[in-house]
Nanobody
Framework: EVQLVESGGGLVQPGDSLRLSCAVSGFDIGKHSMSWVRQAPGKGLEWLSA????????FYVTSVMGRFTMSRDIAKNTLYLQMDSLKPEDTAVYYC????????????????RGQGTQVTVSS
């Protein structure tokens, strides 16, 4: 059974940092392209970052470049998203997802996604 379980979210102030984790079971993350995505209240799913199955990347959307760092630990089958200099506009539910295919750069289809972890940035 495929499972992706995110953790590490919370309520923080602007400028703070958080580290999200995504524990994966049921497949090897090293054999699949993986992404972090988020959904803000009232908005659609936004792609944030990706590492390809071949280990290329990570690649980032412009809005988080230089502030967020995606990494993976293949031995632990776990993804991470280090988020620094958080802003109120980063408030969203954050998900890790397995990429099914790339439509165009930055636009993907996903075949598995976790339940998400809430990140709230507010003073």
């Amino acid at each position: 059974e495929v499972q992706l379980v995110e953790s590490g979210g919370g309520l923080v102030q602007p400028g703070d940092s958080l580290r999200l984790s995504c524990a994966v079971s049921g497949f090897d993350i090293g054999k699949h392209s993986m992404s972090w995505v988020r959904q803000a209240p009232g908005k659609g799913l936004e792609w944030l970052s990706a590492i390809t199955s071949g280990g290329a990347g990570p690649f980032y959307v412009t809005s988080v470049m230089g502030r967020f760092t995606m990494s993976r630990d293949i031995a632990k089958n776990t993804l991470y998203l280090q988020m620094d200099s958080l802003k109120p506009e980063d408030t969203a539910v954050y998900y890790c997802a397995r990429v099914y295919r790339m439509i165009v750069a930055g636009t993907y289809e996903y075949d598995h996604r976790g339940q998400g972890t809430q990140v709230t940035v507010s003073s």
